[in-house]
């Protein structure tokens, strides 16, 4: 592992609800984080005007087999944001989409985000992470993650590009 992955994987292991950690981790599946540049926006109410921001070069992937469940989690200098679905689907080897069913905005309890967070769980969401591969499978290239409330106006759109590197593990 790269110098400071175990670090990310500790700060993304927050944002998960107390004692599901142990219980999620030991019983297998997937962890990846993929590195590029990274913007997002928030947009509340219909706004679409709104301006992107830059974010954390790094994204981190979980899969846990037991429960089918996964997540992608962006960091930004604020709180970080875990995308969370149950339902995935790979038309082929370039295009592999989560539907997306909750957020988890995780703020971190101290400066240097290394222990715990205060996290708040948002539901009522729809929309997907799209994560493009070259042709052949065998490298991320593009992660797009749009998220939205139709009643509220509300959208989070986090996109990660020309991603360059990644890292893949089983657990």
């Known amino acids: 592992?790269?110098?400071?992955?175990?670090?990310?994987?500790?700060?993304?292991?927050?944002?998960?609800?107390?004692?599901?950690?142990?219980?999620?981790?030991?019983?297998?599946?997937?962890?990846?984080?993929?590195?590029?540049?990274?913007?997002?926006?928030?947009?509340?109410?219909?706004?679409?005007?709104?301006?992107?921001?830059?974010?954390?070069?790094?994204?981190?992937?979980?899969?846990?087999?037991?429960?089918?469940?996964?997540?992608?989690?962006?960091?930004?200098?604020?709180?970080?944001?875990?995308?969370?679905g149950g339902s995935d689907r790979q038309p082929n080897l370039e295009n592999y989409y989560l539907s997306i069913d909750h957020i988890r905005v995780a703020t971190a309890k101290n400066a240097n985000s290394e222990v715990g967070a205060d996290t708040t769980v948002i539901t009522g969401r729809e929309g997907e992470c799209h994560l493009r591969w070259i042709k052949e499978g065998t490298r991320a290239y593009e992660l797009k993650c749009d998220v939205y409330n139709r009643e509220t106006g509300s959208m989070f759109n986090f996109y990660l590009e020309k991603i360059k590197r990644s890292e893949h593990k089983q657990f």
């Open 1 to 84: 592992m790269r110098p400071g992955t175990a670090q990310a994987i500790a700060i993304l292991l927050t944002a998960l609800p107390a004692g599901s950690v142990a219980q999620d981790v030991g019983k297998g599946g997937i962890a990846a984080s993929f590195e590029g540049h990274c913007r997002f926006r928030i947009v509340q109410g219909f706004q679409m005007n709104k301006k992107f921001a830059s974010c954390g070069s790094r994204v981190m992937f979980m899969n846990f087999r037991h429960n089918g469940r996964s997540f992608y989690q962006f960091f930004t200098s604020g709180p970080s944001y875990a995308f969370s």
